[in-house]
């Protein structure tokens, strides 16, 4: 008995185009899995951060709702988002042109303010994201804030 036939056969029963088609989708499938499955982990880290948050044009009795210690949430969604630490109230300005001189300058608007908190947060970091609960906290990034009394949108304009 021959190992391989006339007829292409191995121990009369096998083709050998049989074989080459088997050892083809063992190897395509060896490649994909380990293509699929080689994913990069992503490692989370728990830290706390501070990060400031601007909103403006409000008015003084929102500036008199902030409460320093309160818990701070994304409006729309419910989200816990941090405790205020910190907060600062700015007057409101406005740029507007000045015809005599032919400039523009910046004018306060009157009983308008400009409101920045600081927030302290503990998150889960990777290396693409800042997270607080469901919300990525990212400089630039807009979403409606409220706590105990008030409700506004702003930015996030720092994170530490």
């Known amino acids: 008995m021959k190992l391989i036939n ?3 056969m191995v121990f009369e ?3 050998i185009i ?8 063992i190897l ?10 080689s994913k990069d982990v992503d ?13 403006e044009d409000v008015n003084e ?9 309160g818990n701070l949430y994304n ?18 300005e406005i740029i507007v042109p000045d015809l005599q001189k032919g400039v523009f300058v910046k004018q306060a608007v009157e009983n308008r303010y400009v409101v920045r908190m600081t927030i302290e947060a503990n998150t889960d970091q990777n290396a693409y994201n ?16 409220k706590g105990k009394g008030f409700a506004s949108y702003g930015y996030i304009i720092d994170i530490k």
């Not at 049989?18 to 989708?25: E, G, K, T």
């Not at 490692?43 to 909103?55: G, R």
């Not at 800042?130 to 804030?145: S, T």
């Open 130 to 145: 800042i997270r607080v609960n469901q919300e990525n906290i990212k400089v630039g990034a807009m979403f409606p804030i």
């Open 43 to 55: 490692t989370v880290s728990k830290q706390t951060i501070h990060y400031t948050f601007e909103t």
């Open 18 to 25: 049989d074989i080459v088609i088997v050892l083809a989708i």
């Open 6 to 8: 006339k007829k292409g």
């Open 75 to 92: 409006s729309s969604k419910n989200y816990y988002v941090g405790k205020l630490i910190d907060y600062e109230v700015l007057p409101f």
């Open 13 to 15: 029963k096998i083709s």
């Open 61 to 69: 009795n929102f500036a008199k709702q902030l409460k320093l210690d």
């Open 28 to 37: 395509i499938g060896y490649y994909a899995l380990s293509f699929l499955g």
